[in-house]
DNA sequence: TTCATTTCTTAACATACATCAATGTAGGCT
DNA sequence: AGCCTACATTGATGTATGTTAAGAAATGAA
């Protein structure tokens, strides 16, 4: 049994308690979204319920979609555990990756959801996942009740910046291989996690391309 | 003689002023920055002498370089006449152009300005420009002492996130010609002012593929 | 297990784009 | 004016990547 499990259980044995006590503490105390933003977001210790309590939760099945193009968008999702991804389908049905959210990303479409104009992009689930679903407003309130929450807010932004642009750098300036390096150096938890279509897919080649690469650098490495 | 000069003149005239109180009069009141900060960002009134004094002004001339790869980056540039453009160099000098930034627009690299971390890229001036100055402090006091400040520099990260979003689904969905006829639906002002070597090298091809390009949708009109 | 489905690989061929080289064209400078 | 220099075009050729199709391998369901 996980030590975090077999922790919780003996303080609901020690503890006289409540079934609505439980539910606040499984949803809160124990969530990954709650851990973040006690840890990388800094919020502080009497601002973290409040904000909890602006926030809903929601799973997903593989394959469920969250956000359809043509749809406008009204949340931000913070993936707890599973994995989502933003892309766009063109004319002939092939599809094209922006992004991918492992645990503990955020992912929207942001285009979207700021300026409320119907998504060119889809949103979703690679896998089981559980989210946490909040909007524009909860960001701005959060923004208010809590600076350090304001702080993280805009370093997100500015890493999205700064990730995107080193994207485009690489599509504009490298081939295919070292697209493929390069996404494997940063992502190498999600080259395990997603099928090979998906990274080419990233890359802006085909399955077949990315394989021919694969293998050319396996013969390499000899 | 252009209107709002002539209405200077004629105060210059009529106002007993002196040489500092015309130099700030220059500096501010014509200024396009001004002009900006006024109607695009909405300041108030009151808040805008403040705001002015905190930033300073530069003239480079066509082909300055206003920052290096691997230097830090510590300013973001607004144009109030002329040209920037951002731009990367691999191993073999080629360029690739990250962005332009012509008349108001604003200008930096933002990853290596909010982290503190050396930069990939270049920026210089495709014409003799004339800038405004000011570093991430300066935002930051910005945004304290005026509310709309901070809403639209807001609004201008999101919507960098968006334009970066759109051109990442455009290099890996679309090919040599689609890129294009977006590029010069989006900037057509830019495609008259800047060669076409640097509209390919923004679209990721190369000059000769864009002449090509070019040639096909000329046989096509007809 | 077995079967079905998805994913991955491989090969032959097609195509878009790159490279190299030559020529043409237009703007600036003296 | 004439001469540079930068830019644009064009053609011949090379190469990376796309397409199509088939089979192999992995995955998941019954």
Redesign the pocket.
Known sequence: MHPIQRKKNLLLLLVPTTFSFSLFFNQTMESPFYIYLKDKVHVRPEHLPMLMQLIHKKSVSKNEILLFSGQICSSIFFVEKGLLRLYSADETG?EHIIQFAPENWFLSERGSLYFGTPSDFFIDALEETSLVVFDQQFIDRAAEISPEFRTYNEYILQNHIRELQLRINLLIGS???KRYLEFIKLYPDLTMRI????I?SYL????????????MLAHQKK
Request: charged share 25%; aromatic share 4%.
């Open positions: 092939k081939n295919a291989q099928p090979q279509w998906m080419a802006g080649i085909t399955a077949e391309s990315l394989s021919r690469v694969r293998k």
